[in-house]
Nanobody, 124 residues
Framework: QLVESGGGLAQPGGSLRLSCAAS????????MSWVRQAPGKGPEWVSA????????EYADSVKGRFTISRDNAKNTMYLQMNNLKPEDAARYYCAKGPWRTLVKWSTLQEYGAWGQGTQVTVSS
């Protein structure tokens, strides 16, 4: 099970920190991703982190502004979002990747599991 939290309303230029709490599987063995979907748009892969947290990847649209991390002792993944832009507004989902393999899939159904998502709104 994956449960996202931390979404909300932020002003342009502001920050939010999303969390993804995992349970029911060996979290430390799986790469994890964040995927977002804005109303009327297709899903967009945002970022991914390897199983041990040593390797991270970002979409060009968020590189330099977002930071993905994980705490395997707490079975939790994070997404620190800084300098938010209106185009970052979307529902953000965390997704369980393949065993020890970092992927950049945009479609949630390709992942082993995903959460209900947390809404991020960026507006002044």
């Amino acid at each position: 099970q994956l449960v996202e939290s931390g979404g909300g309303l932020a002003q342009p230029g502001g920050s939010l920190r999303l969390s993804c709490a995992a349970s029911g599987f060996t979290f430390s063995g799986y790469a994890m991703s964040w995927v977002r979907q804005a109303p009327g748009k297709g899903p967009e892969w945002v970022s991914a982190i390897s199983d041990e947290g040593l390797h991270t990847e970002y979409a060009d649209s968020v590189k330099g502004r977002f930071t993905i991390s994980r705490d395997n002792a707490k079975n939790t993944m994070y997404l620190q979002m800084n300098n938010l832009k209106p185009e970052d507004a979307a529902r953000y989902y965390c997704a369980k990747g393949p065993w020890r393999t970092l992927v950049k899939w945009s479609t949630l159904q390709e992942y082993g599991a995903w959460g209900q998502g947390t809404q991020v709104t960026v507006s002044s």
